[in-house]
């Protein structure tokens, strides 16, 4: 008699980039304008990591802010303008 051999692969698809923004964090920050001065809520992207650093511009005196970001443990976002 034969012997009958499964040869049965273990397809392990398992692997999942299961990849959630924590809901924790903030997003948005109040800031102020280094050049005009205004108060300004800004919004922010939690999915961009816990450590930011972007160009974006004033949206009332159009100049360009160097933006970065800073988020706590406890989900806080710690925001410093810069004159770009
Ligand atoms: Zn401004």
Known sequence: ?????????AIDEG???????N???DT?????CPWCGEGI???LDP???TAQDYVEDCE???RPWRVKVHYEE??????TLDEG
């Open 1 to 9: 008699m034969n012997d009958r051999y499964d040869d049965e692969d």
């Open 15 to 21: 692997y999942e980039a299961d990849r959630e923004p």
């Open 23 to 25: 809901d924790d964090l």
């Open 28 to 32: 948005e920050a109040d800031v102020t």
């Open 41 to 43: 809520t800004i919004t």
């Open 47 to 49: 999915g961009g990591g």
């Open 60 to 62: 009332v005196c159009c």
């Open 74 to 79: 406890d989900g806080h976002a710690e925001v």
